[in-house]
């Protein structure tokens, strides 16, 4: 069996082109953008990069990105004088602070300061929570773990009585999306670096999300035959053979497990592209809620 690949440039292409349309009705209707504050904390590479990124993104669906670029040594009272300066500003509907901070940075103490309804990453303490309880529904569910629930649903996966077996409990990946996978009522096991034996679960899983950070981990011969895979790890490594000395991959080794599973993520082009959707989708719903209170 050869399974099915999960493309998400291709389903981000398309939902991109709906938001492009859907911030185009709102400036129309409004007279100013949508429009995304982001909170960048020092000159890590890779986060430089993903900001990068999500400014292009940004551009190209007509929503206006407001970037705070703060030095490394930037002080807390700095860093969460931008987020206020986000929340009290009333042409901003959505806010991303770029994780991680520097380490002497209080990242939660951050987190709990941006204004729930401009939480368009889903990373506020609250959003978090709501989404942890039966019958409540939080403003935002976090770009990737939702990311994942589109790739599920775009690969036709029943999740209702689903085995789901999630690798990695992570506030940011591997929790909520737990809690989203048992929303929709799946019966999910999470797997962490203490579990014993994870081949064991995997055995039985329907579904399966990687959030663990340890390229090329799982095999495929631990996957059940059929099972939906979805590979949140993203990874640099190594690859005298690539023009750049390096490429990116997936905690799953896909080689193996393309010919186990039913349908898969690669990495690149799978989770990653729908992350930063997941983002633009947050901030067009934050818009839409809080136009109608603004006054500019
Ligand atoms: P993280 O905070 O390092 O969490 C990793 C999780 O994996 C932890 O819960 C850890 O268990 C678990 N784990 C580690 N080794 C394990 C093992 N041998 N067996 C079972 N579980 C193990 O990582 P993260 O922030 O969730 O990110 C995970 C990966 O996703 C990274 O590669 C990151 O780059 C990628 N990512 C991609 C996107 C995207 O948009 N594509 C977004 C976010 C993250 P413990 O809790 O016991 O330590």
């Given at each position: 069996?050869?399974a ?5 440039t291709?389903i ?15 400036e ?7 429009a ?5 904390v020092?000159d890590d ?9 999500k400014?292009?993104a940004?551009?190209?669906a007509g ?5 705070h ?8 009272e700095q ?12 042409s901003?509907?959505?806010?991303l ?12 103490a ?6 729930i309804?401009k939480d368009s990453?889903?990373?506020?303490p609250?959003n978090?929570?709501l ?7 939080p ?9 994942c629930?589109?790739l599920?649903?775009?690969a036709g996966?029943?999740?209702p ?19 989203l996978l048992?929303?929709e009522n799946?019966t999910?096991?999470i ?11 995997l055995?039985?899983?329907d ?9 090329n981990y799982?095999k495929?011969?631990w996957?059940k035959?059929g099972a ?6 993203t ?7 690539d023009?750049?000395?390096y ?5 799953v080794?896909?080689?193996?497990a ?6 898969i993520t690669k ?6 592209p ?9 901030t067009?719903?934050?818009a839409?809620r809080?136009a109608?209170?603004a006054t500019?």
């Amino acid at each position: 069996m050869t399974a099915t690949i999960l493309d998400g440039t291709v389903i981000s292409q398309r939902m991109r082109a709906e938001i492009a349309q859907d911030a185009a009705r709102f400036e129309q209707q409004y007279g100013y953008p949508p429009a995304l504050g982001v909170v960048l904390v020092g000159d890590d590479p890779a986060s430089e990069q993903y900001v990068r990124m999500k400014r292009r993104a940004c551009e190209q669906a007509g929503i206006r990105s407001i970037p705070h670029l703060l030095p490394t040594d930037s002080t807390q009272e700095q860093v969460e004088a931008a987020v206020k300066s986000l929340n009290d500003d009333p042409s901003v509907h959505g806010i991303l602070v770029q994780l991680p901070v520097p380490p002497h940075i209080d990242e939660e103490a951050v987190l709990r300061l941006i204004d729930i309804s401009k939480d368009s990453d889903g990373v506020h303490p609250l959003n978090i929570g709501l989404l942890a309880m039966k019958g409540r529904e939080p403003l935002f569910v976090s770009a990737t773990p939702s990311g994942c629930l589109v790739l599920l649903k775009e690969a036709g996966a029943v999740l209702p009585g689903a085995n789901a077996v999630v690798v990695g409990r992570s506030n940011i990946v591997g929790l909520p999306v737990s809690l989203l996978l048992m929303k929709e009522n799946a019966t999910v096991t999470i797997c962490h670096s203490r579990t014993r034996d994870l081949p064991d679960y995997l055995r039985n899983a329907d579904i399966v999300v990687v959030a663990m950070n340890r390229p090329n981990y799982i095999k495929g011969e631990w996957l059940k035959p059929g099972a939906v895979v979805i590979d949140v790890g993203t990874s640099k490594i190594d690859d005298p053979t690539d023009s750049r000395g390096y490429r990116w991959v997936g905690d799953v080794d896909f080689d193996s497990a393309v010919k186990v599973a039913g349908a898969i993520t690669k990495v690149p082009g799978g989770v990653g592209p729908m992350t930063i959707t997941m983002l633009l989708a947050n901030t067009m719903k934050a818009a839409w809620r809080l136009a109608g209170k603004a006054t500019l």
